[in-house]
């Protein structure tokens, strides 16, 4: 499947020559994509599993030379390793130890192209330094959902009508295709069964293996207690998010529980990717990061899909209740602003007056994202936001088409990917 990490892959490999460590969840792709990469742009793939590989990490540790490394790897994998034109890949890389090895390549005379792929960061979070390269894959996004399923015309049309506020010509195409983007979700197993007309049953099957997958993620956690309360709190998440206030309660996950018995797996989950994290903010000011409620936060599924299948819905429900659709899309823009490089906060008054989203862009500037109420005609919450706080442009995110009204952009649900662009 077609994913937009080549093209990251491929600026990587002409302008850096520092070893890459790419990292994201279990089955968003990651090795897939490397692979076809390498098949593009290599003569030959040097493959490693990681995992448990004891003669892959006695070499590391003995040797501390570039050749003289790339010679043993040579070696244990039975093929010959060139110089710019092979591609050295070493899957499920756990430890910092195998990390810090490869280091020795990080330097500006480097010839040799690696490729480090894992599902735990949490394990490498001390890993530092400017001899690595670091990047992040997530499920698809809506874009890429397009590209996969033959709509890269109506990608051209809704980028059109964002950069130029003008109503997008196939609305109704791109809405049905978006629903169904909701209810898949971006994992690309279950993307590849929705493209083979798979039943409805055998699809939501495939995500339910998914789920289960991530679950047995948490294994790793600091301890056996951190195991069982980290799938405890993904066991929660989606009564978290059915709630009127939708901010993460430890009381949901089971009586008597406290914030201190699960702030160390929470940590676990949003570092690993399997979870997203958004701050309440107590005021709106540059740096947002400085305004943030460490005690009130959302915890958001990292799919929409995988949400979808957890909130136990099908789709006479999902087409006729408004609430659970405005869910699903909250969750996609969560999903979206941090694939796209941006923390997450929202902000709610002392009034419950709520703003979904509160970001902040490379120039500074402060964007309220606002999710329309599809059951309130006349919702003031951006209006009383805006006229309280000096931001930039806010958005309003709806079924509707674009426009601008009273210096507020609207923009189409499925136009979310364009937020990119901010």
Known sequence: ??????????????????????????????????????????????????????????????????????????????????????????????????????????????????????????????????????????????????????????????????????????????????????????????????????????????????????????????????????????????????????KFQYGFIKKGSRSKDYESCINYLTKNQLVYRSFKLDDVKSPLSSYKDIESFKLYSNDVGLLYTLLNLNKNIFLSNMEYRRLLIECNVANSLIEYGYSLYYYQSEGKTEINFVIQNKMGEIIPIEIANMNLVKAKALSVFTSKFKVSEPIKIVEDNFAKKKNVRYIPIYAIFCLKDL
């Open 1 to 246: 499947m077609e994913r937009k990490i080549y093209n990251d892959l491929l600026k990587w490999k002409k302008t850096i020559k520092k070893p890459l460590l790419l990292y994201g969840p279990k089955q968003v792709g990651k090795t897939f994509s490397v692979i076809e990469f390498g098949k593009k742009n290599y003569k030959n793939i040097i493959y490693f599993n990681a995992d448990n590989n004891r003669d892959l990490v006695e070499i590391l540790k003995r040797e501390k030379s570039p050749e003289r490394l790339i010679s043993k790897l040579s070696i244990l994998s039975n093929e010959t390793i060139l110089k710019e034109d092979s591609l050295i890949v070493l899957d499920n890389v756990n430890s910092p130890n195998i990390v810090n090895a490869i280091k020795i390549f990080g330097t500006e005379d480097n010839m040799y192209s690696i490729i480090m792929i894992t599902s735990r960061k949490s394990n490498l979070a001390k890993i530092k330094g400017e001899e690595l390269t670091f990047k992040a894959m997530y499920p698809m996004d809506f874009e890429e959902f397009l590209v996969n399923t033959d709509n890269r015309q109506l990608i051209a049309f809704i980028k059109d009508s964002y950069q130029n506020n003008t109503k997008m010509p196939f609305h109704q195409v791109a809405l049905d295709l978006y629903n169904d983007y909701l209810v898949t979700g971006g994992y690309p197993e279950v993307v590849k069964a929705y493209i083979d007309n798979i039943r409805d049953i055998e699809l939501e099957s495939i995500k339910i293996k998914i789920i289960d997958l991530l679950k047995k993620e948490t294994i790793d956690s600091n301890s056996l207690i951190d195991i069982q309360r980290s799938n405890e709190v993904l066991d929660s998440l989606p009564y978290q998010l059915k709630k009127e206030n939708k």
